[in-house]
């Protein structure tokens, strides 16, 4: 079995849930999917924010970090792709961790199909210039080397949390799902037109857990989120079929 998840949020202040609550939640999953993984893939905003120093790392998520190191000692792969809240991960997760890093989309091949896989967040990038501004600083090397060079770990974490907490304010944790008129329906349909084929895209991002139908062979799956309504999807190696499922709390 293959499984997916994305958008847990770790960190985030949200209801009457903590953050704790939910890492010992997701951990409780991780245990459960595990002995017949062949590999599990999460898919960007598994914190709500990372940022990491050459020598410094951000404080928390303990059990989580240990629950990394103990399945991949045993021999069970993670794939962590970055998100738009965890953008700034540097090697620490992979070397400490033993996590395989993706920085941007992937492609795999699984159970004999053809997948794509990212975060989703600058997959058809829209938004105005204040927006297209912050996407270009999270992911300019420039700005986060002279980030952590110039600015204090207490002051960078404390920005970072501030920052995630503004954005937070400013939407709700799901939205109604626009199917075809999601960005990433449109960068899926761009990329098959120039010659790719894939079977399945998969996405996180949009906190809608949904399945749709692009062509005759290739769907686009998006993964939901862990705050409100924990959804995760599978993907079977008899049906070679990638279907979404609640985790129930």
């Not at 939901?224 to 924990?230: N, Q």
Request: aromatic share 16%; with cysteine; net charge neutral.
């Amino acid at each position: 079995m293959y499984y997916f998840a994305s958008d847990v949020h770790l960190g985030l202040r949200y209801g009457p849930e903590s953050s704790l609550d939910r890492e010992r939640f997701f951990i409780r999953w991780l245990d459960e999917v595990a002995p017949d993984a062949e590999a599990i893939f999460l898919v960007g905003d598994i914190f709500d924010f990372w940022f990491e120093y050459k020598r410094v790392i951000p404080k928390g998520y303990s059990r989580l970090l240990g629950k990394f190191s103990e399945l991949t000692d045993r021999g069970v792969t993670i794939h962590f792709f970055t998100g738009n809240h965890d953008k700034w991960a540097r090697d620490y997760l992979s070397k400490e961790c033993g996590l395989q890093m993706h920085y941007g989309p992937t492609e795999f091949e699984l159970y004999g199909k053809r997948l794509l896989i990212a975060h989703g967040d600058t997959q058809g990038r829209r938004g105005g210039i204040l927006t297209r501004l912050m996407q270009y600083a999270f992911h300019a090397q420039w700005v986060r080397c002279l980030f952590s060079t110039l600015v204090h770990p207490d002051q960078a974490i404390r920005f970072g949390q501030w920052w995630s907490g503004q954005s937070r304010k400013h939407k709700n944790v799901t939205h109604p799902f626009r199917g075809m008129d999601e960005m990433q329906v449109d960068y899926a349909l761009r990329y098959l037109s120039s010659g790719h084929e894939i079977d399945y895209f998969v996405f996180g991002h949009i906190h809608c857990a949904e399945e749709l139908a692009l062509t005759e062979r290739s769907r686009i799956i998006f993964l939901g989120e862990w705050i409100e309504r924990p959804t995760y999807a599978v993907m079977d190696p008899r049906s070679r079929r990638i279907t979404l499922h609640a985790y129930p709390k």
